[in-house]
């Protein structure tokens, strides 16, 4: 399984974007996802999760309400809407592949992750 994420970029605080991560090379409907994200000097944490066929998300605290994980199983593509960013939310995010389907708070209970991609909101 290979994914790749795009759509990082540099923003203001209280901009939007949008994140993307497509998956190859196996059934994505069967997967669940995550995506996680890394700031300089810090731990990789969680940020959301969705599992297999969509419709069941969990979100951490500091990214609800802002947040959304979506899937479009067709197009073997999850997304990461990110609205009212902030300086915090400054990070490399990445997407991870979890083939029980559940979409897990734990990274290691990922099996497949992606390159990152750089996330940076100015003040």
């Known amino acids: 399984v290979q994914l790749v994420e795009s759509g990082g970029g540099l923003v203001q605080t209280g901009a939007s974007l949008r994140l993307s991560c497509a998956l190859s090379?196996?059934?994505?409907?069967?997967?669940?996802m995550g995506w996680f994200r890394q700031a300089p000097g810090k731990e990789r944490e969680f940020v959301t999760s969705?599992?297999?066929?969509?419709?069941?998300?969990d979100y951490a605290n500091s990214v609800k309400g802002r947040f959304t994980i979506s899937r479009d199983n067709a197009r073997n593509t999850m997304y990461l809407q990110m609205n009212n960013l902030k300086p915090e939310d400054t990070a490399v995010y990445y997407c991870?592949?979890?083939?029980?389907?559940?979409?897990?708070?734990?990274?290691?209970?990922?099996?497949?992750w992606g390159q990152g991609t750089q996330v940076t909101v100015s003040s």
């Open positions: 969705i599992r297999w066929a969509g419709g069941i998300t």
């Open positions: 991870a592949a979890e083939r029980n389907g559940l979409g897990s708070r734990l990274a290691r209970d990922y099996d497949s």
């Open positions: 090379g196996g059934s994505f409907i069967y997967y669940g």
